[in-house]
């Protein structure tokens, strides 16, 4: 600031007073402070101010007697800047300095970070982070406060219980002077070592440079960001040489005389307010705010110095080792990394591009950003002892009683997956004897690292913990007993369609006119009266639907089509046993009814009791629990229940188990599925979500399904089901049997009528010729010399018998 002084005076020719107070840190001493400057003083500005809490209460003063603040707190908050008119801020964004650590993190595709933080230097920090993890996939795992004065125990007590935990990428956001004494004591605890990473913010990197020997040995390793400033052109250059040679002038014991990111941000500062006061010429104090403003957003305005610190979009990474530190690159708001920047520098979103990076420990491999189970401090696993479902997980005591024994399809399945992890993952299991969503909740509690077995993912148990995707089919099923279907009259039918039918009847009726037009010509019986020769079309078409009559036929046309006419019917009467057979024999069960007031079961301790009523909308009345397969059927069986719902992994059991009797109705609801849970963030996820995957694809885990299921003996023998195919009765073909008695009957009636009517006719006859021969009797008892044996043979009638 003193050099700004000296600029400004050679550049207006006027002097520039500097009152210097120093608040510590401390908010009261910051307020005492300002009302000095302000009212004894008589200040035109006040310049400083790093902590948001010396804001916060010196703010208030400056904008009633309108002296504006350039302030160095790390964030200003939007409505800050709305209440104190007279407030701004001139340090750079830190919204977008931790955009470039979020960058860092999404860059080595870590998901967890811890943060330790100054609480005098909090501000808006942690929320500023806490949004740009979240926008690339990353989130907080823990936050620890630090207090600026914390003794050496305190630090180590923090770490120590950090060590413990499986994150090991840590930010921290603190002042040098806390930040030296934090990493020492990470060091003696070995927290400097491979599997740890360390990334520091600009209040700590922008200083790395000024850190004396011992510090820098427990720092190796560490990743820093910090603001850019150009360190070419001419005026920096001059700013440079004089910095130097002042402040080796006033600390000659001091190693390091380079200017420092907060030196620039003070000069800064300094000329701006410098020439505003002179532009205003020391007097409207609402004018001085608003050229302030209006320089500081880069519009207008006497700005000499080139830099523009406090708009800066550009930072620097470096990384510490050795004596000093080496420069890996930049991160622009805008483009991303790059190893330079400027015109012709590439820009990536990944860090990747700036090359090699030394970590903690020096090891060849980026770490992995969490620590593994050891075998002095294994993964914690779950497992669901009230589970009813023993092909899924089965949690048995040994003869002796005194080890647990661990089995079944999940069990297995978990087994597979630590066989294609990266990695050894050492764990215990640890039985549990309470309810699935109590169960899932141990994890947020951290009783429990991780839960396996038959554990459903459904969206509630989210908010303690995270799964991996489901290693069985997804879905809630209806199961209801079956029931012999009812014959249907018309079910001869059913084979064919209307159309069908139609089509046959038309077509043989027409080939039997056919056969009857082209041999009427040879055979006398295909004539007759017009009833008569339709009765023989009719009859012809039908009957070669069995037999080609061929040796009844005189044309070679009529066989010709009788051939071809049975070929197709032959085809069709095949067709037609062949689909009546099957739906005779396919087709005879049908589900039993579910109405609004049956009882339904479904599984004791699981998900299924809140879904059924919040979701489906069944009353809780209606809902009976079971625990076991066995239970549901025997339950179905004897009418306790109408249904029961299932999830689709367990009705594949159950199926298998009870393989008739029983089928599924209405819709598959799309939730559940089994799963693993970790906690929420766990990077465990997404290795256990790769290695679950080789497990599929490989064909394992259709081979242990099948396993499972293959274990399974169908017990429908061992209960009294309804017969499954009961034999026909005569309801399913009365409507053939009606046909044919009717055909018949109509028949014998027809014969019956016509018969007697022609025995009628024959008796009136017979009592004719009767009659004739009395008649003509009598004739030959008066006339017997008259008629000769001759006449009567026919050779010559008596005159007598001629009326007759």
């Not at 035109?44 to 804001?55: D, F, N, P, S």
């Not at 982070?129 to 406060?145: F, S």
């Not at 699981?606 to 239970?631: A, H, T």
């Not at 229940?641 to 009870?658: C, H, S, T």
């Amino acid at each position: 600031m003193e050099i700004a002084k000296e600029d400004f005076y050679s550049y207006s020719n006027q002097s520039l007073a500097l009152h210097i107070k120093d608040s510590q840190g401390d908010p009261v001493r910051a307020a005492l402070a300002a009302k000095e400057l302000i009212g004894t003083q008589e200040v035109k500005a006040i310049l400083g101010l790093q902590t948001w809490e010396e804001v916060s209460v010196v703010a208030d003063t400056s904008s009633q007697n309108q002296v504006p603040i350039l302030s160095f707190a790390d964030t200003i908050p939007k409505c800050a800047a709305e209440k104190w008119p007279f407030l701004l801020q001139a340090s750079p964004n830190k919204y977008k300095q931790m955009k470039v650590i979020a960058a860092i993190v999404q860059s080595w595709n870590w998901h967890q970070v811890t943060v330790l933080y100054e609480e005098s230097m909090a501000g808006g920090v942690i929320p500023h982070l806490y949004d740009a993890l979240r926008e690339v996939g990353a989130e907080i795992r823990q936050v620890i406060g630090l207090s600026p004065f914390a003794a050496a125990s305190s630090l180590s007590e923090d770490l120590e219980t950090l060590q413990r935990e499986e994150c090991r990428v840590f930010i921290v956001h603190t002042s040098l002077s806390l930040a030296a004494r934090l990493f020492e004591r990470a060091n003696k605890l070995k927290m400097m070592e491979t599997g740890y990473v360390w990334i520091i913010t600009d209040p700590i990197t922008s200083l790395v440079h000024s850190v004396n020997a011992s510090i820098i040995n427990s720092m190796q390793g560490i990743v820093g960001v910090k603001s850019y400033f150009p360190e070419t052109g001419e005026c920096f250059q001059d700013f440079y040489k004089r910095f130097r040679k002042r402040f080796s002038t006033q600390y000659p014991d001091e190693d390091n005389n380079e200017p420092g990111i907060f030196a620039v941000q003070a000069y800064d500062a300094c000329r701006t307010m410098a020439l505003a006061i002179n532009e205003t010429n020391l007097g409207d104090q609402e004018l001085l705010a608003t050229v302030l403003h209006t320089k500081y957003h880069g519009l207008s305005g006497n700005f000499q110095f080139s830099h523009k610190v406090a708009m800066v979009n550009t930072f620097q990474i470096i990384n510490i080792m050795g004596k000093s530190y080496r420069e890996l690159g930049f991160w622009s708001n805008d483009s991303g990394f790059s190893k330079t920047i400027g015109e012709g520098a590439n820009y990536n979103s990944s860090m990747n591009e700036l090359g090699q990076v030394f970590w903690p420990g020096a090891p060849q491999y980026t770490p992995r950003g969490w620590s593994l189970p050891t075998s002095t401090n294994p993964l914690r696993i779950g497992v669901p002892v009230m589970s009813g479902y023993t092909e899924y997980v089965n949690v048995q005591q040994n003869l002796l009683g005194n080890n647990l024994f661990f089995s079944g399809f999940a069990i297995d399945v978990f087994y597979a997956t630590l066989e294609r992890l990266p990695f050894y993952l050492p764990y215990n299991f640890i039985p549990f004897n309470r309810t699935y969503d109590e169960l899932v909740e141990q994890i947020h509690l951290k009783n429990f690292d991780a839960v396996v077995g038959d554990v459903s993912i459904v969206s509630n148990r989210y908010k303690h913990a995270e799964f991996t995707q489901p290693y069985t089919e997804t879905g809630l099923m209806l199961i209801v007993p079956t029931r012999s279907t009812s014959c249907n009259a018309w079910l001869f039918m059913k084979p064919f369609t209307n159309s069908m039918w139609a089509l046959i009847a038309a077509i043989t009726v027409y080939n039997g006119f056919a056969v009857w037009l082209i041999e009427r010509n040879h055979c006398n019986d295909l004539r007759g009266s017009l009833i008569n020769q339709i009765g023989v079309i009719l009859c012809l078409s039908f009957t070669t639907l069995f037999s080609l009559h061929g040796e009844k036929l005189h044309s070679n046309l009529s066989r010709m089509s009788m051939v071809v006419w049975l070929f197709v019917a032959l085809v069709i009467t095949q067709t037609y046993t062949a689909n009546l057979a099957s739906v005779l024999t396919v087709q005879r069960l049908e589900p039993t009814e579910v109405d609004d007031n049956s009882m339904v079961g479904y599984c004791r301790g699981s998900f299924n009791q809140k879904y059924l009523v919040e979701v489906l909308g069944y009353d809780e009345k209606r809902l009976r629990p079971y625990s076991r397969i066995d239970e549901y059927a025997q339950a179905l069986k004897n009418k306790e229940i109408a249904a029961a719902f299932l999830e689709a992994p367990l009705a594949k059991v159950f199926f298998g188990r009870y393989c008739k009797g029983f089928m599924q109705v209405g819709p598959t609801y799309k939730v559940g599925g089994f799963g693993f849970a970790f906690p929420r963030g766990s990077p465990l996820l997404a290795s256990m979500n790769e290695a679950l995957l080789k497990v599929s694809e490989s064909g394992k885990l259709r081979e242990l399904e099948n396993g499972m299921l293959a274990s399974n003996k169908c017990r429908d023998n061992d209960m009294e089901l309804e017969d499954e195919n009961p034999s026909l009765g005569p309801n399913c073909f009365r409507v053939l049997f009606i046909t044919t008695g009717a055909t018949s009957s109509l028949a014998l009636v027809s014969y019956i009528l016509v018969k007697g009517i022609c025995m009628l006719e024959h008796k009136s006859i017979w009592k004719l010729m009767l009659a004739v021969m009395k008649h003509w009797r009598f004739q030959k008892k008066h006339f017997t010399g008259r008629v000769s044996n001759a006449d009567l043979h026919g050779n010559s009638t008596p005159d007598a018998l001629h009326p007759v």
